[in-house]
T-cell receptor, first 114, second 111 residues
């Protein structure tokens, strides 16, 4: 158990809909990262927050947005969903804000868009 | 540009043998590299990391080798066990505060 909690574990929805994925980082970790993993693909970095502020942005679509709240949990909002958005979405956390050091990953939220 | 790639998408080894998983990277400015293991249905799990000022780093049954001249990274797993079956990802710090992950190598263990 990494200490990172993601909900929901599975989500099935229709095209055009909007969903919110939630992540609670490990206790004490200030950084939260979101990654997308499509079938048999590597992990694509979406966005990083550090202590409530956006720290880095990757290949995140404009239809997607995220935020980190004062209690450090984070939400990833996916809107106007398309079939191609079906993927595993991972949240990771770390103590520090830079990209060195270990990231602790949650078990992911599997999104299926029909 | 930034890219982290793998020489082989799948690797099959006999139980008890050593496994070597390779990874090429293209960003010569990367100064930090990590190997992650992802078991089926789980999130990636940190295995070992290495900074660019090192050529080799050892952990428990694992060794990471870094060749900056040819921009190559490898993960060696000694005495491979059934529990080592997973997808292994290398990642580099691609600048701009983000880790760039490779496509992954699926390691299967034959009894």
């Amino acid at each position: 158990d990494s200490g990172v909690t993601q909900t929901p574990k599975h989500l099935i929805t229709a095209t055009g809909q909007r969903v919110t994925l939630r992540c609670s980082p490990r206790s004490g970790d200030l950084s939260v990262y979101w990654y997308q993993q499509s079938l048999d693909q590597g992990l694509q970095f979406l966005i990083q927050y550090y202590n409530g502020e956006e720290r880095a942005k990757g290949n995140i679509l404009e239809r997607f947005s995220a935020q980190q709240f004062p209690d450090l949990h984070s939400e990833l909002n996916l809107s106007s969903l398309e079939l191609g958005d079906s993927a595993l979405y991972f949240c990771a956390s770390s103590v520090v804000g830079g990209h060195t050091g270990e990231l602790f990953f949650g078990e992911g939220s599997r999104l299926t868009v029909l | 540009g930034e890219s982290v790639g793998l020489h082989l998408p799948t690797l099959s080894v006999q139980e008890g043998d050593n496994s070597i998983i390779n990874c090429a990277y293209s960003n010569s400015a990367s100064d930090y590299f990590i190997w992650y293991k992802q078991e089926s249905g789980k999130g990636p799990q940190f295995i070992i990391d290495i900074r660019s000022n090192m050529d080799k780093r050892q952990g428990q049954r694992v060794t990471v080798l870094l060749n900056k001249t040819v921009k190559h990274l490898s993960l060696q797993i000694a005495a491979t066990q059934p529990g080592d079956s997973a997808v292994y990802f290398c990642a580099e710090n691609g600048g701009a505060q983000k880790l760039v992950f490779g496509q992954g190598t699926r390691l299967t263990i034959n009894p």
